[in-house]
């Protein structure tokens, strides 16, 4: 039987380790990780080879040469172009003409690899993916299957509201060989995402067999060392170099020509490399230091990675990190917990390196210095730039000028040379402050900016709703916390980002990858005066101007210092409104008002509603995409109160079409639905879900949970000056006041809640979320929704906190509130039996 190892990744996410080598290749317990695969697999006896390369595959070759030092035989494969990880197979199909597994180059475990073997065989397979359960499944692709251990569904990198298992893929695959005329030639081709749905579509046998034993992807520097932190512990054996010494309580290994002075205090699990010395007295545990080492007196070293040709003077202390080859550190450094170090790297003496900074390859810091963020781009090292379609960060902590330049650098290197992008901002100086950076980094990739400045954020999704640009960025002040900014991408037409446009800027900034213009060929920047006209005249269109005349109708409106404040009043003005305006003027030093204002505000906006008897009041978010609702009599509506509220105003003049909500909203959307035969369509929670739902011809309204209101016949997207508008015009149509439009709408209880829930439980939590399930009647579109006849209670986890959120309907408050309390006591169950595990 043959093997084919996947070696050809970039390792993006395992950067600074990755430099200068591929991921593969990075040394575990001084041997490259690809190694210990090469030996699980010869110890099942499979020992003829095809590894996959792509990225530097020379050192892989210079390496392994043939195989016969390793006691296989090695066929090499190298795709001239990334075809995906299907497509890099079948550039080696003509050495593949009998069974055969796949495996990763980059993993550690130590599954029997014949009982999978033996499994596929039983089950009569053409496929068999091999799984195993973890806790934060996100980053991998889980996988469903049935009593029979038949596959039968995918979720490739799902989000937490997905996750219905922990149960995931771990990339060892057994095929049959014909499995490969499914896998077209010359085209990029990837398994979980075409192959293996195209299985599931033919009803070809593909099977899943739950490997039980030791498995981790080293995709990331902390699953690096965690790696090490488990072989430290004993949780997995591999074999390792160096002479095993005599001690009972303690497990030491010598590579040859190691000097060890008698005083050195060593203990758990230390492994040096050949030639390497330790002098005087240092104190070293669970550590592994490389070939050619030189370690002195006083140094402290605790579950530490040390490569080769490193030199620690007197008195350096390194806590869990990675020190990579060639490093010289001064006496008295100190490097805390987390620190990733790269080849070639002089740090001076008493330098203080903080928790987690990572420094790139040849860097110099200097003697006293005290290292808190990255030295590469000046901040706080992020996994991941994106929360959803935003980047945020502290201004000018974690997003400082030079990270936005190269975050606009990066951007522009994902969209073609001489396109034209939007860039807008809110009113806070910082906003204007760091939008100008990026639009440095922009223009440097030779892209076009059109410069809308201070503008609300609906005018510039109408914009590229149109023609013209292929994305726009807006800059604005965080309602949370006004010390942090936020970044918002769109795409060119005007809806967030997806996930994969995220993923595509992210990797080229953390590789650096930029596309620079010449020096003749760098992007210019425009002004569009009249696009608040040009939005203007679509606004008016989509109102009956004529009504709202007759009507004359009274509204208060809390602008909240945003630019909305500059162009709304004359547009309802315009439509025949009187409108009276609170905090309409742009104040660039105060900035909006944060989220501790917003109760006392509204307050006062109900208080001038009622006393000016007024039809209605609106306070406007400071980007002008939500609203909050003030009827009439003073009430103030919650989110949960406000969707019922316009569905119904909006159900009284349309004769059909659908609407958008997501799986949290009231089900009372449905039974008012039913009476005008309106469809009512669930999404996920995300923005960009439900405005893409909304795109269809039929589709009437989109309404979030947060005060978002998107109305389709205007734009795709939550516009909440518009919705102050075409509300008004709904509440003219039906010739009533709002609060008497609520007073008879369909009543039900509903709460929600969160509980804490640590990131790696999450996956867990949604597992026995699943299982306890498994009889009751449930959808799966965001979490885990039951149903209890008209009653439903939302197990959703948060996609960026460390929460999971617990949403209840019911006839009665009593009867939500008892399933909300059930819930919680099960999740905190279950989190007490994942902790024990």
Not at 529 to 552: A, C, H, S, T
Request: overall charge neutral; proline content about 4%.
């Amino acid at each position: 039987m043959k093997a084919v190892i996947m070696a050809g990744g970039f390792g993006t996410r395992i950067q600074p380790l990755t430099s200068s080598l591929p991921k593969p290749m990075i040394p575990l317990m001084n041997r490259p990780i690809m190694l210990h695969i090469v030996e699980l697999l010869k110890s099942h006896g499979i020992t003829d080879l095809v590894m996959l390369l792509y990225h530097q595959p020379l050192v892989i070759k210079n390496f392994f040469r043939d195989g016969s030092e390793f006691g296989v035989k090695i066929t090499y494969v190298t795709p001239l172009e990334d075809m995906g990880t299907a497509g890099a197979v079948k550039a080696a199909e003509k050495y593949l003409d009998e069974r055969f597994i796949v495996i990763s180059g980059d993993l550690l475990t130590d599954f029997n690899l014949e009982k999978i073997i033996k499994f596929h065989d039983e089950k009569k397979a053409k496929a068999t993916i091999t799984l195993t359960s973890v806790k934060d499944p996100l980053q991998f692709g889980v996988v469903i299957t049935d009593k029979e251990k038949r596959i039968v569904q995918f979720l490739e990198k799902p989000g937490w509201g997905e996750v219905i298992s922990d149960t995931i893929n771990t990339g060892i695959y057994v095929f049959e060989p014909e499995i490969l005329k499914l896998i077209p030639a010359g085209e990029n081709f990837d398994f979980s995402q075409n192959l293996f749905p195209l299985l599931l579509e033919k009803k070809e046998p593909l099977f899943g067999i739950s490997a039980k034993g030791y498995w981790r992807d080293i995709g990331n520097t902390d699953s690096y060392r965690e790696a090490h932190h488990d072989i430290f512990k004993g949780r997995v054996e591999i074999r390792i170099d160096g002479a095993r010494q005599n001690f009972s309580d303690r497990d030491i290994r010598l590579g040859a020509d190691v000097r060890l002075d008698s005083q050195a205090e060593l203990s758990g699990m230390v492994v040096v490399g050949d030639n390497s010395q330790i002098t005087g007295n240092p104190q070293i545990k669970d550590c592994v230091i490389g070939r050619n080492c030189t370690i002195e007196e006083g140094v402290k070293l605790s579950r530490s990675v040390i490569w080769d040709n490193v030199y620690l003077k007197k008195g350096t202390k390194i806590s869990d990190s990675v020190i990579c080859n060639n490093v010289r550190a001064a006496q008295g450094v100190v490097i805390e917990e987390g620190v990733i170090v790269a080849e070639h790297t002089s740090i001076g003496e008493d330098a203080y390196i903080k928790r987690d900074v990572k420094i790139w390859p040849r860097k110099v810091i200097e003697g006293g210095a005290t290292v808190t963020a990255n030295l590469i781009w000046g901040e706080k090292w992020r996994k991941l730039l994106f929360e959803g379609a935003i980047v945020k960060g502290l201004t000018n902590v974690e997003l400082t000028p030079e990270f936005v330049a190269k975050l606009g650098c990066a951007y522009g290197t994902s969209l073609a040379k001489g396109s034209f992008v939007l860039v807008g901002r809110d009113a806070s100086l910082s906003s204007r402050m760091l939008k100008r950076s990026f639009l440095g980094g922009i223009l440097s990739a030779g892209v076009n900016v059109r410069d809308l400045k201070m503008i609300p954020t609906p005018v510039m999704r109408y914009k590229l709703n149109t023609y013209g640009e292929v994305g726009g960025i807006y800059f604005r002040q965080s309602t949370d916390d006004p010390a942090v900014t936020e970044i918002v991408f769109l795409d060119g037409d005007g809806l967030n980002f997806s996930g994969t446009m995220g993923k595509n800027v992210e990797r080229i900034f953390f590789k650096e990858n930029f596309r620079r213009a010449h020096h003749r060929e760098p992007g210019g920047i425009t002004e569009l005066p009249q696009v608040v006209d040009f939005y203007r005249e679509g606004f008016l269109r989509g109102i009956d101007r004529n009504l709202l005349r007759k009507r004359n109708m009274k509204i208060v409106v809390d602008f909240n210092f945003s630019p909305a404040g500059q162009i709304l009043p004359t547009f309802l003005n315009d439509i025949g409104c009187e409108v009276i305006s609170l905090n309409a003027y742009v104040d660039e030093e105060r900035g909006a008002r944060v989220v501790e204002e917003k109760p006392e505000g509204l307050q006062q906006l109900s208080k001038i509603v009622t006393t000016l008897d007024a039809a209605a009041g609106f306070w406007l978010d400071p980007d002008a995409e939500q609203i909050t609702l003030v009827d009439d009599a003073g009430k103030i509506y919650e989110p949960a109160e406000l969707l019922p509220l316009l569905v119904s105003l909006m159900l009284k003049s349309a004769d059909s079409g659908s609407i958008a909500v997501p799986v949290s909203a009231p089900s009372v959307v449905e039974q008012m639905a039913m009476e005008k035969r309106c469809q009512v369509i669930r999404t996920k929670s995300s923005e960009r879900a439900m405005i893409e739902a909304s795109l269809s011809p039929e589709s009437i309204m989109a309404c979030s949970m947060d005060g978002q209101v998107s109305f389709p016949v205007f734009q795709p997207a939550f516009d909440g000056m518009y919705a102050v508008a075409r509300i008004i015009e709904l509440v003219a149509i039906s010739e009533r006041p709002l609060s008497k439009i609520a007073a008879l709408l369909p009543q039900r209880a509903f709460l929600q809640t969160r509980i804490p829930c640590p990131w790696e439980m999450k996956g867990g939590i949604m597992r026995k979320m699943s299982e306890d399930s498994l009889e009751k009647e449930a959808t799966f579109i965001d979490g885990i929704k039951v149903l209890f006849g008209d009653d439903w209670l939302l197990l959703l986890p948060d996609q960026y906190r460390s929460f999971i959120h617990l949403v209840a309907e019911a006839r009665e408050h009593k009867s939500a509130q008892k399933l909300i309390d059930e819930y919680r006591s099960k999740v905190d169950r279950w989190k007490k039996e994942l902790s024990s595990q």
